[in-house]
């Protein structure tokens, strides 16, 4: 046993041996300092601001975007119908999405072709200045909101944020652009909410049909929804649920 002892110790010793012998010093790690230094030019203040607020801009770009156009109606009615018919994830939201931007695309388009005729050609060809560029860019998409307020019957949304933000509006027509696209949004919201609740009350009487149906038959323990799905689906394949909703949406638009 002591012959067994010694062996271990010699091999830990051999082990720890070159350690001590050969000991070298830590390797360096390389040192960082984050240092703000006063600078006596106030320009270059004002162009790092520039750079933050052109990046915070180009972020958010896609979600400005989106409030001037009819994708916030779109998008509202395809995820009512989803959760309608019960599917969760089905279809996924890379679907609906894709396919509310190309009907987005689709109904725009007349106002696209009026800012790319009046506002980028001309100011490609240096015909127009960039305020005159922004200004006829505004007015067209201004006309697209208001046409859809007017038609809808929403134009009581500006003067109410005009009323809220104690600014005086005489017409819908020389409302500012914060408080009409404010309206607008809140118009699409509004429409996208009817329109999902007309949807969603066939699949509640499916779902009311089939829970009675079940509790009739003394079928407590199944949940009804995963009967009333295959129904729902069926219903809704069966009447070109898509076809309809689509046609819809497109037609509700002041085109």
């Known amino acids: 046993m002591k012959n067994g002892h010694r062996l271990i110790f010699l091999a830990f010793l051999l082990l720890i041996l070159p350690n001590l012998v050969f000991a070298q010093d830590e390797v360096p790690l390389p040192g960082i300092s984050i240092q703000v230094t006063p600078t006596q030019r106030p320009r270059d203040l004002v162009a790092?601001?520039?750079?933050?607020?052109?990046?915070?801009?180009?972020?958010?770009?896609?979600?400005?975007?989106?409030?001037?156009?009819?994708?916030?109606?779109?998008?509202?009615?395809?995820?009512?119908?989803?959760?309608?018919?019960?599917?969760?994830?089905?279809?996924?939201?890379?679907?609906?999405i894709g396919l509310a931007l190309i009907l987005t695309f689709f109904i725009m388009q007349p106002t696209w072709n009026e800012i790319n005729q009046n506002a980028?050609?001309?100011?490609?060809?240096?015909?127009?200045?960039?305020?005159e560029f922004f200004d006829r860019t505004m007015k067209?998409?201004?006309?697209?909101?208001?046409?859809?307020?007017?038609?809808?019957?929403?134009?009581?949304?500006v003067f109410v944020l005009a009323?809220?933000?104690?600014?005086?509006?005489?017409?819908?027509?020389?409302?500012?652009?914060?408080?009409?696209?404010?309206?607008?949004v809140l118009g699409e919201i509004e429409i996208g909410f009817k329109m999902g609740i007309l949807l969603y009350i066939p699949f509640i009487v499916i779902d009311m049909v089939?829970?009675?149906?079940?509790?009739?038959?003394?079928?407590?323990?199944?949940?009804?929804?995963?009967v009333s799905l295959p129904f729902k689906v069926l219903i809704f394949?069966?009447?070109?649920?898509?076809?309809?909703?689509?046609v819809s949406l497109v037609k509700s638009f002041a085109r």
Request: no cysteine.
């Open 120 to 131: 980028i050609q001309p100011y490609v060809d240096g015909k127009i200045t960039y305020q």
């Open 210 to 226: 089939v829970a009675s149906i079940l509790l009739s038959l003394g079928m407590i323990m199944i949940p009804p929804v995963l």
């Open 237 to 246: 394949v069966l009447a070109n649920g898509w076809e309809s909703v689509i």
């Open 140 to 157: 067209s998409v201004r006309k697209f909101m208001i046409a859809e307020l007017i038609t809808h019957h929403n134009e009581d949304n």
């Open 48 to 96: 790092t601001l520039e750079i933050l607020l052109v990046l915070t801009v180009l972020t958010l770009a896609p979600s400005i975007l989106i409030l001037f156009t009819s994708f916030t109606r779109i998008i509202i009615v395809f995820s009512f119908v989803r959760n309608a018919l019960g599917t969760r994830q089905v279809p996924p939201n890379q679907v609906l």
């Open 163 to 184: 009323n809220a933000l104690k600014q005086s509006v005489e017409s819908i027509d020389k409302a500012p652009d914060s408080i009409l696209v404010s309206a607008f």
